[in-house]
């Protein structure tokens, strides 16, 4: 089974307009009084009452201090109704027993984990086959994280400000990097891309300022806009051999850029602004060919570039 996260049902807050309610009542309509003040906060009290049956019925239940919904047979974990709820190191189990009976762990609802800032590491089963939007959002203090092979669908913003997270392996059955996936990891250093991987939204490594180096699989088609920008410690990229196109300003502010290998037999079409930069940039590597690596024809880009005339003599090679 794989976990429909975008349809998943999630609690939404209730709004009650508090002043409406004590300002219908602060007059005692019998005695034509001002209502006294402990009166008054009786009833605010009741009134916030009314609120925890919505907290309680935010999951159906808790095992080993981690809450689960139940969904088509299926055990999905998801919080106790407050982001931030999880600290330490959790380990996910691969089934769980509810009231006799035991379902298997499937998928990670959205926002699961969100706001835990006090969660250092995270254990997921091979049982997973979905990860749904903003799971590990604002876990600053996670510092790395497998994906394992059965996960399919990742939703975005998975790991959206996950400032100390260094390392992740996304697994070989993903299909695609969402929107804002790793927005703002400051310490990313190392992430492997499964093989399965097709596309990469919009902002995907946005504002990693650690990552150098890159290297796409062949499974890779179209790279989303901005997909890395602000990455300003980035030097090479490699991109595979199935990649078709490339949104705009992918590169946006990459200042230490030195090469970008391509390895796919046709270049891939490109949008405006490629490699544009608030300042001007240059990629002595890529002003000649090494001997072991074939020139491909040089990619009429003309104003894609920045305006750096260095790097209009930008070429794109592959091995």
């Not at 959790?90 to 027993?97: A, L």
């Not at 996670?142 to 390392?167: E, H, Q, R, W």
């Not at 062949?218 to 990649?243: D, E, R």
């Not at 230490?256 to 608030?278: E, H, I, N, Q, W």
């Amino acid at each position: 089974m794989v976990y429909d996260y975008q349809n998943e049902v999630t609690m939404k807050p209730v709004f009650i307009d508090f002043t409406i309610i004590i300002s219908n009542f602060a007059i005692d309509k019998s005695m034509q009084k001002p209502m006294g003040r402990m009166m008054m906060y009786r009833l605010l009290v009741a009134c916030l009452l009314l609120l925890l049956p919505t907290v309680a019925g935010a999951y159906d239940f808790m095992v080993d201090g981690i809450y689960y919904n139940l969904v088509d047979g299926h055990a999905v974990v998801t919080n106790n109704g407050q982001t931030g709820c999880y600290s330490g190191e959790v380990v996910i189990p691969s089934t769980v027993t509810h009231d006799g009976t035991t379902y298997p762990v499937t998928a990670l609802g959205h926002s699961a984990f969100k706001n835990c800032t006090s969660l250092t590491k995270a254990i997921l089963p091979g049982s997973l086959t979905s990860i749904g939007p903003r799971v590990f959002e604002s876990c600053t203090t996670l510092t790395n994280l497998i994906v394992p092979n059965s996960v399919v669908t990742m939703g975005a913003n998975v790991f959206d400000k996950c400032y100390a997270i260094d390392s992740i392996v996304i697994g070989n059955k993903v299909t695609s990097l969402g929107d804002y996936m790793f927005n703002d990891c400051r310490a990313l250093r190392s992430v492997i891309i499964g093989k399965s991987v097709t596309s990469l939204g919009q902002y995907a490594f946005r504002g990693c300022s650690s990552l150098t180096d890159v290297v796409l699989p062949n499974s890779v088609t179209t790279i989303g806009p901005w997909a890395f920008y602000g990455c300003s410690q980035l030097l090479s990229v490699t991109l595979g051999s199935g990649v078709t196109s490339i949104d705009t300003h992918i590169f946006y502010n990459c200042n230490k850029m030195v090469s970008v290998t391509c390895l796919a037999a046709t270049p891939p079409s490109v949008d405006y602004g490629l490699f544009m930069t608030r300042t001007c940039i240059t990629m002595p590597n890529c002003m000649s060919c090494p001997k072991r690596l074939t020139p491909m024809r040089v990619l009429r880009f003309g104003s894609y570039f920045s305006r750096s005339s260095a790097t209009r003599q930008f070429l794109f090679l592959r091995m």
